[in-house]
Structures are given as structure tokens and as C-alpha cells.
Nanobody, 126 residues
């Protein structure tokens, strides 16, 4: 069983930056593809970014390309989401997730992820 825990959320002004962290207990991250999703009030949870461990390749939603960066630290079993040039529309609860499927297929599909964290709130003020 994998337990996923996010941290690093908070309140920031538009144009500012935040870095989210995701740690996992259990098998090392090398056994999973890791993803970040977000859910704004009244909206469905949606894909933000993912990183595949076997090829160390990052994928992003169009809305965050050029602003967000996903990365990993294998030694610490940790994944990060660096968020720059934040906008009020980025306000949401951000979730970290892990999936056993190591391919790059359907990374944006939250149903393919096996383990989820409890989420961390990110609020961007205008």
C-alpha cells in the first residue's frame, strides 16, 4: 500500500510562485508514474502534470505549460510541482497521485491512478 502526502500549498498573490511537494511511503517512486491534479470549487478534478519514471519524461496540461514544472528526487522519494506566474484561475486543491502503469498513455485520466493524497490548498489572490 502506498500513502501519498502533499504539502506546500498556501496563499500567494498573482504572479507569485509556490512549490508543492509530494512524498510517498511504501515502494519507491521508481515503481510508479506520478501525477498532479487540481480541483477548483464546483469543478471536476483535472490533470496538471505527470512524470514517468522509466523515461523521466514530464507532461503538462496546456494551461500550465511554461509556468509549472514537475520534477522528482528519487533519493527522497519525493515529487515536486514548481508553480510560477500563478494566476487566480490556478486557485484549487492540488492532489498528488501515483499509478502502477509506467506508460505515458492516458496520463491525464485520473481514473488510471491508484493512490491519492489528501490534497493541499493553493489560493492565488488578484
Amino acid at each position: 500500500q502506498v500513502q501519498v502526502v502533499e504539502s506546500g500549498g498556501g496563499l500567494v498573490q498573482a504572479g507569485g510562485s509556490l512549490r508543492l511537494s509530494c512524498t510517498a511511503s511504501g515502494p519507491p517512486f521508481s515503481a510508479y508514474t506520478m501525477g498532479w491534479f487540481c480541483q477548483a470549487p464546483g469543478k471536476e478534478r483535472e490533470f496538471v502534470a505527470a512524470i514517468t519514471w522509466n523515461r523521466d519524461t514530464a507532461y503538462y496540461a496546456n494551461s500550465v505549460k511554461g509556468r509549472f514544472t514537475i520534477s522528482r528526487d528519487s533519493a527522497k522519494n519525493r515529487v515536486y510541482l514548481q508553480m510560477n506566474s500563478l494566476k487566480p484561475d490556478d486557485t484549487a486543491v492540488y492532489y498528488c497521485a501515483a499509478r502502477r502503469d509506467l506508460s505515458a498513455i492516458s496520463l491525464e485520466n485520473l481514473g488510471t491512478y491508484n493512490y491519492w493524497g489528501q490534497g493541499t490548498q493553493v489560493t492565488v489572490s488578484s
